[in-house]
């Protein structure tokens, strides 16, 4: 029997998810989600330990079983937020506020906290954020400060494209933080095409930038380029630490290279104007064989295999023009 459920199980699916062959009389258990798939009844079940890697702060204050945000920690123009809210006007659900004021004192965690963005902290407002100092600052500036780096990156014949970062046809890129904040920098595409900044004009805070057109400009030595913003919003923060020092824009393109971030409500129609995974690495490939193109046109046929692009293109190769070079790729 042991052995017979061992070749039925189909091991664990996503994050702690068993699933195993079963029967009819199987469909009428509610201990499992089940589904039938060309003619075969299949029982699913989450494992106890399964765990979000986003978690929402309703489920963690334990008012729902399992839910991921979705939202990257904007409560403010979350539509579940709102969702529960309503709910729990209605009489229909206990806010998460209640929740946790039901909980002993010491337990009675910070939201943050609660969403394991930062260590643990004793709530000391009763849940009423609106009053609570930390709260505003946290939202307002120190989440905009943790330093953010790419997960995972791959590599396209020697430039770098992370995962999770929405890039427009410009070269610049995008990525949301949490609270909903857009962070914004120059790809290492460009940086590499380029070669070493010598300064940033990077635009001021309180700005409102217009996707598809410049919003910053970049200089080496007598040549100066435009760069297109590739999304709308508010400047928030500037990052004074690579307008001081420009070459760490060239080191770290998608780390503390980054530019400046930005505030808009409507995250989502923002971003899917941008490519992101699969298609950034499509339009990537396209850009490399563009610019060998280039290359053969000045130097001469390169290597069989194409070989991998130093970074500093533009200084070592200054025939293919600066101008010629920014109008191609970086759109101005």
């Not at 729990?88 to 965690?109: C, F, L, N, P, Y």
Request: glycine share 8%; net charge neutral; with cysteine.
């Amino acid at each position: 029997m042991t052995e017979q459920n061992k070749k039925n199980e189909r091991s664990h699916v996503g994050f702690g998810t068993t699933y195993w062959k079963g029967s009819g009389r199987d469909l009428g258990n509610e201990e499992t989600i089940n589904t039938v798939l060309g003619g075969q009844v299949w029982l699913v079940k989450p494992d106890k330990e399964t765990k979000t890697s986003n978690p929402c702060l309703w489920m963690q204050a334990g008012v729902i079983k399992n839910k991921d945000c979705t939202n990257y920690y904007d409560c403010t123009t979350c539509k579940y937020d709102k969702g529960m809210i309503k709910a729990v006007e209605k009489g229909k659900r206990i806010s998460w506020q209640d929740a946790m004021r039901k909980r002993q004192d010491m337990h009675r965690i910070c939201r943050h906290s609660l969403t394991n963005r930062i260590e643990k902290r004793v709530c000391a407002y009763d849940y009423v954020c609106a009053s609570c100092d930390f709260d505003q600052y946290f939202e307002e500036v120190y989440s905009q400060k943790v330093k953010s780096f790419p997960a995972s990156l791959q590599t396209v014949k020697g430039f770098v494209v992370p995962e999770k970062y929405y890039f427009h046809n410009g070269h610049a890129w995008a990525r949301i933080e949490s609270g909903g904040t857009i962070r914004v920098g120059l790809d290492d595409f460009a940086l590499k095409l380029l070669g070493n900044i010598d300064a940033l004009d990077l635009p001021l805070m309180g700005k409102e930038l217009k996707a598809g057109e410049i919003g910053w400009g970049l200089k080496r030595k007598d040549n100066a380029a435009d760069v297109l913003s590739p999304i709308d919003g508010v400047i928030l923060e500037v990052n004074n630490s690579v307008r001081k020092n420009p070459i760490i824009a060239n080191e770290e393109p998608y780390g503390d290279g980054w530019l400046f971030s930005v505030k808009n409500p409507d995250l989502n129609g923002t971003i899917e104007k941008l490519m992101t995974n699969a298609d950034s690495l499509n339009w990537m490939n396209a850009e490399i064989t563009q610019l060998e193109s280039m290359i053969e046109q000045v130097s001469g046929p390169l290597a069989a295999d194409g070989g991998l692009l130093q970074a500093d293109i533009y200084g070592n190769l200054p025939d293919l023009g600066w101008n010629n070079l920014t109008q191609t790729f970086l759109k101005t």
